[in-house]
């Protein structure tokens, strides 16, 4: 069974930078979709980036419009590690952050449904 591990959130100011880690471990192959998630009290559960990685050209990155140009996630096959590098951030990108993984082409890249999830890291940002 995969398990996904997050790591990386923490408190800091409105402007200031995070980088999110997610460590895979349990399985065999790669997933065909990886992807953070994030939620916010009160809020609905809100995609914020994704990768596809069966792209015949490379990975393929999808962002929530709310994220784009601030928000780049990656990933180290060697280390078997997910990563979002968050900058700028803003006190709405409060949240707690959650890895998923997909072995499923029916996914959809923000929305899912994705097949396992990590427990998440808060992120804070203080104005």
């Known amino acids: 069974q995969m398990r996904l591990a997050e790591s990386g959130g923490g408190s800091v100011q409105t402007g200031g930078s995070l980088k999110l880690s997610c460590a895979a471990s349990g399985y065999a192959h790669t997933p065909q979709y990886l992807a953070w998630f994030r939620q916010a009290p009160g809020k609905e559960r809100e995609g914020v980036a994704a990768?596809?990685?069966?792209?015949?050209?490379?990975?393929?990155?999808y962002y929530a419009d709310s994220v784009k140009g601030r928000f780049t996630i990656s990933r180290d096959s060697a280390k078997s590690t997910l990563y979002l590098q968050m900058d700028d951030l803003a006190p709405e990108d409060s949240a707690i952050y959650s890895c998923?993984?997909?072995?499923?082409?029916?996914?959809?890249?923000?929305?899912?449904?994705?097949?396992?999830w990590g427990q998440g890291t808060q992120v804070t940002v203080s104005s």
């Open positions: 998923a993984t997909s072995f499923s082409m029916q996914t959809k890249p923000l929305s899912g449904p994705y097949n396992y």
């Open positions: 990768i596809y990685t069966l792209h015949r050209l490379g990975d393929r990155t």
